[in-house]
């Protein structure tokens, strides 16, 4: 059974660096065609993808935030990690992070999801 | 950069046939998967490959995908399918998100 959890701090000071941690089980990031991404949702708002990365260490991130975004892996402790730097009220989200296969050239997708982790950014 | 555009809102009553379209330039070049979230609740996949389904979800659940417009089909909606569903796209090493598609079922 595969499953994801995220966690991280509930509460951010603005202009602080938000580090957000996916644990997972039931697969390894490092075998082919898993990839696990970062996904947010801002309240009443549409998701929004965030960051990639695949079993052969690539990384793709938002075109909008792609300077703010690290995305890493640790596959010894089955984890990915996301650090966003510099956050403001606008970063006040839901982070998902979710298994996402390549099945097909041009073919991600994300099979499973965790339920997220809260973030608020308030002074 | 890539965008994919669905309408804010679908209603169909029980029974009927719901049709959400995401709508992007020569997006059938393009797979495409569909999510469907539940208020309160993590997205689900429904759809991916533009036509295929997870095992679990139903067979009421269809997909296609031609020219700039990809359908989510809902054959037989239900009470339970009322939910805001998403489409997504990878477009230049970067994956889309449609706006989001809220399903009324009444």
């Known amino acids: 059974q595969v499953t994801l959890r995220e966690s991280g701090p509930a509460l951010v000071m603005p202009t602080q660096t938000l580090t957000l941690t996916c644990t997972f089980s039931?697969?390894?990031?490092?075998?082919?065609?898993?990839?696990v991404s970062w996904v947010r949702q801002s309240p009443g708002k549409a998701l929004e993808w965030l960051a990639l990365i695949d079993w052969d260490d690539d990384k793709y991130y938002s075109t909008s935030l792609k300077t703010r975004l690290t995305i890493s892996k640790d596959p010894s402790k089955n984890q990915v990690v996301l650090t966003v730097t510099n956050v403001g009220p606008v970063d006040t989200a839901t982070y998902f992070c979710?298994?996402?296969?390549?099945?097909?050239?041009?073919?991600?997708?994300?099979?499973?999801w965790g339920k997220g982790t809260t973030v608020a950014v308030s002074s | 950069s890539y965008e994919l555009t669905q309408p804010p809102s679908v209603s169909v009553s029980p029974g009927q046939t719901a049709n959400i379209t995401c709508s992007g330039d020569?997006?059938?070049?393009?797979?495409v998967c569909w999510y469907q979230q539940v208020s309160g609740q993590s997205p689900v996949l429904v759809i991916y490959?533009?036509?295929k389904r997870p095992s679990g979800v139903p067979e009421r659940f269809s997909g296609s995908n031609f020219g700039t417009t990809a359908t989510l089909t809902i054959r037989g909606a239900q009470a339970m399918d009322e939910a805001v569903y998403y489409c997504?796209?990878?477009?230049?090493?970067?994956?889309?998100f449609g706006g989001g598609t809220k399903l009324t079922v009444l």
């Open positions: 020569k997006l059938g070049d393009k797979y």
């Open positions: 997504q796209a990878w477009d230049s090493n970067t994956m889309i």
């Open positions: 039931g697969f390894s990031v490092i075998d082919d065609e898993m990839c």
């Open positions: 979710a298994r996402t296969l390549l099945v097909a050239v041009g073919d991600y997708h994300m099979d499973v």
């Open positions: 490959q533009d036509d």
